[in-house]
């Protein structure tokens, strides 16, 4: 059935429910991993060049650029994303299901589609953060250009997101 599984991971918590899918469903199809991580600006937990973070700032108009505090926070989120890569490949493979790793630098959909194509993926297995609207609009959604551009099935596994309190609703007096 699905015998190479790519599985597009970012550095957000949902990726560790991806990848525990990923390799439930490699164990069920005798399958092999491929995990694939893009460096990009794209992601939330990456320095961005040029710009400010909230907590960071590196750049801002009418400033001077800071490159060496970006170099060391862009060499620390690769370092770290990395890491992660490893622990995961590490833990399918003791799981006994044959697991590769790539970092790569760009786009993440395109880089995605790339690695997919060259490994000859049967399927990508890639989160969705459920961005909607102007946020969608302006930051793009990875998924959605996976689904209509990659050459093999795609599964997108939802973000959970908060269950609605229980609050009862009650109508205002005017």
Request: hydrophobic share 40%; proline share 6%; charged share 15%.
């Given at each position: 059935?699905?015998?190479?599984?790519?599985v597009?991971?970012?550095n957000?918590p949902?990726?560790?429910a991806?990848f525990?899918?990923a390799?439930?469903?490699?164990?069920?199809?005798?399958g092999a991993?491929?995990?694939v991580?893009?460096?990009?600006?794209?992601d939330?937990?990456?320095?961005?060049?040029?710009?400010?973070q909230?907590?960071n700032?590196?750049?801002a108009?009418?400033?001077?650029?800071?490159l060496?505090?970006?170099?060391?926070?862009w060499t620390r989120?690769e370092?770290e994303?990395l890491?992660?890569?490893?622990?995961?490949?590490a833990?399918?493979?003791?799981?006994?299901v044959?697991?590769?790793?790539r970092q790569?630098i760009?786009?993440?959909a395109t880089?995605?589609?790339?690695?997919?194509?060259?490994?000859?993926?049967d399927?990508?297995?890639?989160?969705?953060?459920g961005?909607?609207?102007l946020?969608e609009?302006?930051?793009g959604?990875?998924s959605?250009?996976?689904?209509?551009?990659?050459?093999?099935?795609v599964?997108?596994m939802?973000?959970?997101?908060?269950s609605?309190?229980?609050?009862?609703?009650t109508?205002?007096v005017?």
């Open positions: 059935m699905y015998s190479k599984i790519l597009a991971l970012d957000s949902t990726s560790n991806l525990d899918q390799l439930e469903l490699a164990q069920a199809t005798d991993l491929l995990l991580h893009s460096l990009s600006n794209q939330e937990s990456s320095p961005l060049p040029m710009s400010a909230l907590d700032i590196y750049w108009p009418g400033t001077e650029l800071d060496e505090a970006w170099r060391l926070a989120y370092n994303s890491d992660r890569l490893r622990h995961y490949a833990t399918a493979n003791t799981a006994g044959p697991t590769e790793f790569l760009g786009n993440p880089v995605i589609c790339k690695a997919a194509q060259e490994w000859g993926a399927l990508i297995l890639i989160g969705n953060r961005r909607t609207g946020s609009l302006v930051l959604s990875v959605n250009h996976v689904m209509h551009r990659a050459t093999c099935s599964l997108v939802k973000a959970k997101t908060p609605p309190t229980n609050t009862p609703i109508a205002g005017a």
